[in-house]
């Protein structure tokens, strides 16, 4: 299985201030069809995962511009530009090239 | 707007057959273009993929799994179903149901929409 390596796997951040997360692979994620399956869900506290970013950057509806995603091969990164209250909770990268697709273990945002 | 809710026994013993069933509200299960699946988060630890079914019939799963896991769909009561037998401790999880996006949209394992979960708890 791919092996998808978070960090770091807690992220204190004063408000206002960037943030960015670390996601590695153990194997390059582009697919065969050139594309690179690479998806970033937020899970805040006591609620379901949710979709912010498909395919390393594409961000999704209603998802605010401060969240960023890039990267390549087997290294990728979620950027908040700005954390805000409601940016706190578990991040997850997940890669979708690969079968089994596989998740990152988390990477726990709070405020300090 | 698109909801799915998940269904299930809550508690399980060992050795039996969990049974879990997603319904689909606002939309349609029956549908070509996306695909439906199931994703478990174990208490306090991070988020395992399981399978995926399409209507039409494709399906793939984890293969740490796939020996004990059988997905189905209903067009009828538009729902999802996911079976798991000769349960563990270890299939102690939340369960959640997630459609995936349009491959040629999202790309392969884009989840958009995701059910609330249901929690399982395998013991005696």
């Known amino acids: 299985d791919v092996v998808m390596t978070q960090s770091p796997l807690s992220l204190p951040v004063t408000l206002g201030q960037p943030a960015s997360i670390s996601c590695r692979s153990s194997?390059?994620?582009?697919?065969?069809?050139?594309?690179?399956?690479l998806n970033w869900f937020q899970q805040r506290p006591g609620q379901s995962p949710r979709r912010l970013i498909y395919?390393?950057?594409n961000r999704d509806s209603g998802v605010p511009d401060r969240f960023s995603g890039s990267g390549s091969g087997t290294e990728f990164t979620l950027k908040i530009s700005r954390v805000e209250a409601e940016d706190v909770g578990v991040y997850y990268c997940?890669?979708?090239?690969?079968?089994?697709?596989?998740f990152g273990q988390g990477t726990m945002v709070e405020i300090k | 707007q698109v909801q799915l809710q998940e269904s299930g026994p809550g508690l399980v013993k060992p050795s039996e057959t969990l049974s879990l069933t997603c319904t689909v509200s606002?939309?349609?299960?029956?549908?070509?273009?996306?695909?439906w699946n199931w994703i478990r988060q174990p208490p306090g630890k991070g988020l395992e993929w399981i399978a995926f079914?399409?209507?039409?019939?494709?399906?793939n799963c984890n293969p740490s799994l796939k020996s004990r896991v059988t997905m189905s769909v209903d067009a009828s009561k538009n729902q999802f179903s996911l079976t798991l037998t000769s349960v563990t401790a270890a299939d102690t999880a939340v369960y959640y149901c997630?459609?995936?996006?349009?491959?040629?949209?999202?790309?392969?394992?884009?989840?958009?929409?995701w059910g609330q979960g249901t929690m399982v708890t395998v013991s005696s």
């Open positions: 194997q390059s994620l582009v697919h065969s069809d050139g594309n690179t399956y």
């Open positions: 997940m890669q979708g090239t690969h079968w089994p697709w596989t």
């Open positions: 395919k390393v950057s």
């Open positions: 606002g939309g349609s299960v029956s549908t070509r273009s996306y695909y």
């Open positions: 997630a459609r995936g996006d349009i491959l040629a949209v999202a790309g392969r394992g884009a989840f958009d929409i």
């Open positions: 079914m399409y209507y039409s019939g494709g399906t």
